[in-house]
């Protein structure tokens, strides 16, 4: 799966790292997330771009910050870049429970910068079927993932794997049940046709936050529930 995450990245257009003393916030777009994985622990990320760019990262300078905090923990977001995409993120624990506030602080000395981005956590669920390890025919299967569902948050699945072709979609409502219907799930290229292949299943609930508006090129913030399930898929 890393393999296939580096080729994606590969594939994309060359990215920019742009530093952050020669931007005004203003002139900023920001994509930042809190997402727990049913393990206790939940990561808070934040990526900054330069105006309407796709591309363009914002790699902070000295004396700018992002900074994590929730309740009366705060922590200071670290720095990775991969590719020239540049990302921040810090580590907590033991707080992902539903209504648990966060807020992703940026704080600089060029100006006013952008403190109070925030957003609460969706509920915690566990997928009850399928059983982890699983296996499925590509062409005889149908899949059916079942959680606890009835909240108001936005739900959407995805298929991933080494030699399946990645799919995404928005689940309606929160209805504790999805059938994934056999044809499905696909090989990403024919050569891949007769053989077994790794995949995960991945149900997202999601609740959206509200961005500090400081940031005037927009962008998003929001807290997130993640749970998979491995699966291997025969022909």
């Known amino acids: 799966m890393r393999t296939a995450s580096l080729l994606l990245l590969l594939a994309l257009p060359a990215c920019t790292k742009v530093e952050s003393s020669s931007i005004l916030t203003s002139g900023m777009a920001a994509s930042m997330s809190v997402t727990a994985d049913g393990t206790g622990q939940s990561v808070a990320s934040a990526s900054l771009r330069v105006g309407d760019s796709a591309?363009?990262?914002?790699d902070l300078s000295t004396g700018d910050s992002l900074v994590a905090t929730s309740g009366t923990k705060s922590q200071p977001m670290s720095r990775s870049v991969i590719f020239n995409v540049v990302t921040y993120s810090a580590l907590f624990s033991g707080l992902d429970a539903e209504g648990t506030p966060y807020t992703i602080a940026?704080?600089?000395?060029?100006?006013?910068?952008?403190?109070?981005s925030t957003c609460t956590m969706p509920a915690p669920f566990a997928l009850t079927t399928p059983p982890p390890s699983s296996t499925f025919s590509r062409g005889a299967s149908d899949i059916t993932l079942t959680w606890k569902g009835g909240t108001a948050d936005?739900?959407?699945?995805?298929?991933?794997?080494?030699?399946?072709t990645s799919k995404s979609d928005a689940i309606a409502g929160d209805p504790g049940t999805l059938l994934v219907p056999m044809g499905t799930i696909a090989v990403s290229d024919p050569k891949y046709a007769g053989q077994n292949c790794t995949g995960t299943l991945v149900v997202h609930r999601t609740r959206q936050g509200k961005l500090d508006p400081a940031f005037g090129h927009g962008g998003s913030i929001f807290g997130e529930q993640v749970r998979s399930v491995s699966f291997t898929s025969t022909p």
């Open 55 to 58: 591309v363009d990262f914002v």
């Open 106 to 116: 940026f704080k600089r000395s060029l100006d006013a910068g952008a403190p109070s």
């Open 154 to 164: 936005a739900m959407r699945y995805e298929i991933k794997g080494d030699c399946l």
